[in-house]
Nanobody, 132 residues
Framework: QVQMAESGGGSVQNGGSLRLSCAIS????????MGWFRQGQDKEREGVAS??????LRYADSVKGRFTISLDNTKNLFLQMDTLKPEDSAMYHC???????????????????????????WGQGTLVTVSS
């Protein structure tokens, strides 16, 4: 059973930085797409960044050039967030995309934003608050 748990959220001022971490256990497959999604208050879920076993990295347009995703041997997933803006405030979740073919018919960011039916596992989330 795959388990994921985030840490590293907090409160920062506009322009600040945070580094989110996600501890992953039980993932034994050689194929993967993992990433981060977020959900702000009164906002739709958004796939923020993804990293896959074929080397592809994807970022939402809203975070390109500011966020960097990395993965350490499917054990730890990170999200470095720089130049944070108030609109980045949200609950951030790490997740692993399901290996079901249905989930792989879309981009990883779409799968991350699409809800639990496209995910193998996800964490409870860590809150990021950016003040202006």
């Amino acid at each position: 059973q795959v388990q994921m748990a985030e840490s590293g959220g907090g409160s920062v001022q506009n322009g600040g930085s945070l580094r989110l971490s996600c501890a992953i256990s039980g993932y034994t497959y050689t194929t993967y797409c993992m990433g981060w999604f977020r959900q702000g208050q009164d906002k739709e879920r958004e796939g923020v960044a993804s990293i896959c076993s074929n080397g592809n990295l994807r970022y939402a347009d809203s975070v390109k050039g500011r966020f960097t995703i990395s993965l350490d041997n499917t054990k730890n997933l990170f999200l470095q967030m720089d130049t944070l803006k108030p609109e980045d405030s949200a609950m951030y979740h790490c997740a692993a995309v399901s290996l079901d073919p249905v989930a792989w018919q879309m981009t990883p960011l779409q799968a991350l934003a699409g809800g639990e039916k496209y995910l193998m596992a996800w964490g409870q989330g860590t809150l990021v608050t950016v003040s202006s």
